[in-house]
């Protein structure tokens, strides 16, 4: 079983930054992908980045390409999401989980999650 736990969410101005981190905590020996995803209100939830806690490759969604930034710190157990220049439609509760599969299959589901924290962008 594996654990995690979302925080750093708030409400922001649009232009603003955020930095969300994700606690991961049990048995995170077969854990590859650690993924993060957002659902806005009345919106399906959309895979937004990943990183290989195996290589420590990262991917995208073209949403965010060029504005956020995930990384671990592997002596903490935690994985980061920083988020520059946010927009209104950023809104939304952010969701960690996690998977043994690679980021490649990330969007397809996991099998882990966090509880989510939310993120409000006002204009």
């Known amino acids: 079983e594996v654990q995690l736990v979302e925080s750093g969410g708030g409400l922001v101005q649009a232009g603003g930054s955020l930095r969300l981190s994700c606690a991961v905590s049990?048995?995170?020996?077969?854990?590859?992908?650690i993924g993060w995803f957002r659902q806005a209100p009345g919106k399906g939830r959309e895979g937004v980045s990943c990183?290989?806690?195996?290589?420590?490759?990262?991917s995208y969604a073209d949403s965010v390409k060029g504005r956020f930034t995930v990384f671990s710190d592997n002596a903490k157990n935690t994985v980061y999401l920083q988020m520059n220049s946010l927009k209104p439609e950023d809104t939304a509760v952010y969701y960690c989980?996690?998977?043994?599969?690679?980021?490649?299959?990330?969007?397809?589901?996991?099998?882990?999650w966090g509880k989510g924290t939310l993120v409000t962008v006002s204009s």
């Open positions: 990183i290989s806690s195996k290589d420590g490759s990262t």
């Open positions: 049990g048995f995170t020996s077969d854990v590859d992908a």
């Open positions: 989980a996690a998977d043994s599969s690679p980021c490649l299959y990330y969007t397809f589901g996991m099998s882990y």
